[in-house]
T-cell receptor, first 112, second 113 residues
């Protein structure tokens, strides 16, 4: 039982490049979410999903896309990376939207 | 949408003292209030949570209180130890305008030995 697995752990991009952050969970959780963490700003919700095929925007969705084709996977796509997207990204999953969330180890992204 | 404010942003206490962190939320429909602890370089992990039908919950040295009328909730840590040093986040989960958990900005707690 690995919990929530995120890849990669570190990534450096140039402005304008695109990439996908991977997130997978093996707990059969319906609810999954992506957060970004910046100093002094806590965890801000980017996108979330309440089940396969269903996604919705969070607090800061601009510049990011998500999809949920399976219960296990919830990838986050950066369409055209900008320096403002330099951050630590956490994926989380939970049994439901009003339940404990289990976080992945995070991806540290730098955009130059 | 939901907005969660957390105070103080930094808290320094002597080992053995108590620490209190306070949060307020804006959406009266929020009904689940978790607290997460994040050690340096690690992922956030749940330490305690409370639902809207409960006013107080305790787990050993940690307690959380909820005042739904005033829309605020607090984390209390008694007999603090150096290993309690970390960043603590409060959060509120709401079903209004989607199904979201919104976090406060965090409190950095230092426990001095």
């Amino acid at each position: 039982n690995a919990g929530v697995t995120q890849t990669p752990k570190f990534q450096v991009l140039k402005t304008g490049q695109s990439m996908t952050l991977q997130c997978a969970q093996d707990m059969n959780h319906e609810y999954m979410s992506w957060y970004r963490q910046d100093p002094g700003m806590g965890l801000r919700l980017i996108h979330y999903s309440v089940g396969a095929g269903i996604t919705d925007q969070g607090e800061v969705p601009n510049g990011y896309n998500v999809s949920r084709s399976t219960t296990e996977d919830f990838p986050l796509r950066l369409l055209s990376a900008a320096p403002s997207q330099t951050s630590v990204y956490f994926c989380a999953s939970s049994y439901s939207w009003e339940n404990i969330q289990y976080f992945g180890a995070g991806t540290r992204l730098s955009v130059l | 949408g939901e907005n969660v404010e957390q105070h103080p942003s930094t808290l320094s206490v002597q080992e053995g003292d108590s620490a209190v962190i306070k949060c307020t939320y804006s959406d009266s429909a929020s009904n689940y209030f978790p607290w997460y602890k994040q050690e340096l370089g690690k992922r956030p992990q749940l330490i305690i949570d409370i639902r809207s039908n409960v006013g107080e919950k305790k787990d050993q040295r940690i307690a959380v209180t909820l005042n739904k009328t005033a829309k605020h909730f607090s984390l209390h840590i008694t007999e603090t130890q150096p290993e309690d040093s970390a960043v603590y986040f409060c959060a509120a989960s709401t079903g209004t305008g989607g199904f979201k958990t919104i976090f406060g900005a965090g409190t950095r707690l230092f426990v001095k030995a």
